[in-house]
């Protein structure tokens, strides 16, 4: 198990940019697959995007194509989520997450991922 503190939200405007980063400690960092969930109020918490425990193959939801990129580095033991061109539909908090996975491709649902930090909440405003 791993324990996960995430940090960097906060209120941006629309268009703007954040980096999520997410610190990891407890076990081997490199031998766990790393992502990004997300619950906005009154919605379904959703996949955001991963990594594998390499950072070779990354996968990122539809809605955060092109905008959103996560990124790892093993010897600091962080991931991070570069969001830029944020919309107000991005307003959540954002979840990290992890497991020891041993897929070609990370996991996209929850059950796949069996540690999880606190959350941080982003705030976009149009």
């Known amino acids: 198990q791993v324990h996960l503190v995430e940090s960097g939200g906060g209120l941006v405007q629309a268009g703007g940019s954040l980096r999520l980063s997410c610190a990891a400690s407890g076990r081997t960092f490199a031998g766990y697959a790393m992502g990004w969930f997300r619950q906005a109020p009154g919605k379904e918490r959703e996949f955001v995007c991963a990594v594998t425990r390499r950072g070779g193959i990354t996968r990122h939801a539809e809605s955060v194509k092109g905008r959103f990129t996560i990124s790892r580095d093993n010897a600091k033991n962080t991931v991070y989520l570069q969001m830029n061109s944020l919309k107000p539909e991005d307003t959540a908090v954002y979840y990290c997450?992890?497991?020891?996975?041993?897929?070609?491709?990370?996991?996209?649902?929850?059950?796949?991922?069996?540690?999880w930090g606190q959350g941080t909440q982003v705030t976009v405003s149009s």
């Open positions: 997450v992890a497991d020891q996975q041993f897929t070609l491709v990370p996991g996209s649902t929850e059950n796949e991922y069996e540690d």
